[in-house]
């Protein structure tokens, strides 16, 4: 029996409070505890139970749940409770955070929310819902601090204690008269500098700004390259608009990662979100059918050398070995280009140089490879000529299938898809295609010296 986790005591805590009704009891427990282990707990109760808990809870606890758990959740909540009832749930959270869960809400029911949100409120989710999610402005927050750039040290330290009395924020924007970002200084220097020292002495030079329109994936890229906490979006005439911290670059690295994993074995994160199998199978059967085409365009390939298979039926024995071993290498080849890509390590000049570490890698492995499995069919088939074809076949196999890998990603970049649908499915059936065209035709060509 599996030992019992703090989530699980919580959740049977939960539905034995439930069922004596004990609303004092539902509300401490939901307030006492850690929203993380809050949301683990109600995900391991029935429906029923849920619904139960939604009704009971007071709303700051509704409001860390939903913040913590998963956005499909978000939607199903939305569609379950009256928008007066959704509208004060999110006006406890922050406005990113509510623009971020408001964007599982049906349209019509979005707007209706809002109209039961305070003004001040609503109209910042607004601006934040005017950004695609996956740009910097649709990432960003509102709740950052910033100070007049004209001011002394102790002027600007006591505008930031007016302002957000105990939070924790780690830089301080300077801006001046139009809103405008003039610089950007650190929490901590500004807490020690001396009292009339000029706020603008404190700025970091050569701070890095975003505008609300960057990608995502660019985004973090530069915190990577620069081991940034937090950056400030600004518009284009320079007006500071929100700023995106390093817990929101960890969630934008986590979705792309999520996402390129699910296109490289052909789905989608859309997989996490739906329950029946038919939505499943609609979201999957497109690329299975890509599959699908690149078998049927194998078997003909086999079927136009049938011939040559009939006069040496131990060619037959060896396609597996062909096909599954430039199917590896062309995948392995791929996901470093699209690792680097992701990492930005790939640019200009560098994209000749990684063409060719990868021929260079592609031949030693097709070099070995073939060497061991021509080897392996001399000893099997008495024929050296055999041996032969099978281990250049194996050879060129490896090296097509690995520059293959290699230049894919680069062409869907420049084509503007994402470079991660080079791989997987793709990649694997391009390569079995060219794998046994190679093989067969050296097989073809070479008949009379194996027969």
Excluded at 213 to 235: G, H, M
Excluded at 379 to 404: D, H, K, Q, R, S
Aim: aromatic share 6%.
């Amino acid at each position: 029996m599996q030992p019992e986790t703090k989530e699980t005591a919580l959740a049977e805590k939960l539905k034995e409070l439930l069922d004596k009704t004990d609303n004092l009891g539902l509300e401490a427990l939901a307030l006492e505890s850690h929203s993380a282990d809050l949301a683990g707990a109600f995900a391991t109760l029935d429906s029923e139970a849920q619904e139960g808990l939604l009704e009971l809870w007071p709303t700051e606890a509704v409001a860390q749940l939903l913040g913590e758990m998963a956005e499909h959740f978000a939607a199903g909540y939305f569609e379950s409770v009256p928008p007066r009832v959704a509208a004060r749930a999110l006006a406890v959270l922050p406005a990113d955070d509510a623009a971020d869960l408001l964007l599982q809400a049906d349209p019509h029911k979005r707007d209706r929310i809002l109209g039961d949100i305070p003004t001040g409120l609503a109209e910042d989710i607004r601006d934040l819902l005017s950004y695609p999610e996956d740009t910097a402005g649709g990432r960003m927050s509102l709740d950052f601090v910033s100070v007049p750039s004209n001011v002394n040290v102790e002027t600007a330290q006591n505008l930031v204690k007016q302002s957000i009395g105990d939070e924790l924020h780690i830089f301080v924007y300077l801006v001046d008269e139009g809103a405008r970002l003039a610089g950007v200084a650190t929490m901590e220097r500004l807490a020690s500098a001396p009292h009339n020292l000029p706020v603008n002495d404190l700025i970091e030079s050569d701070y890095p700004s975003v505008p609300p329109d960057q990608d995502q994936e660019e985004l973090a890229s530069l915190f990577r390259r620069y081991d940034l906490l937090a950056v400030p979006v600004i518009d284009e005439t320079g007006v500071l608009l929100g700023e995106v911290t390093v817990d929101d670059v960890l969630d934008i690295i986590r979705e792309e990662a999520t996402e390129d994993i699910f296109k490289m074995v052909g789905i989608t994160d859309e997989e996490l979100e739906v329950k029946g199998a038919l939505s499943v199978v609609k979201l999957r059967l497109p690329w299975l059918l890509i599959c699908l085409l690149g078998a049927l365009l194998s078997g003909t390939i086999i079927h136009l050398f049938s011939y040559a298979l009939e006069q040496v039926v131990a060619l037959a024995s060896f396609i597996p070995v062909i096909t599954a071993m430039g199917g590896n290498a062309g995948l392995q080849s791929s996901t470093v280009v699209i690792r680097n890509l992701a990492l930005g390590r790939i640019e200009g000049g560098s994209i000749l140089r990684t063409a060719l570490r990868e021929l260079r890698v592609g031949g030693l492995l097709g070099l070995l490879s073939g060497l061991i499995v021509g080897l392996v069919a001399w000893a099997l088939g008495g024929n050296p000529m055999l041996g032969a074809v099978v281990g250049a076949a194996m050879i060129g196999a490896i090296i097509t299938a690995t520059l293959m890998g290699a230049f894919m990603p680069l062409v869907f970049r420049k084509l503007g898809a994402d470079p991660a649908v080079a791989s997987g499915p793709f990649i694997t059936t391009a390569n079995d295609m060219i794998g046994l065209t190679i093989y067969l035709g050296l097989g073809m060509l070479l008949l009379r010296f194996l027969d």
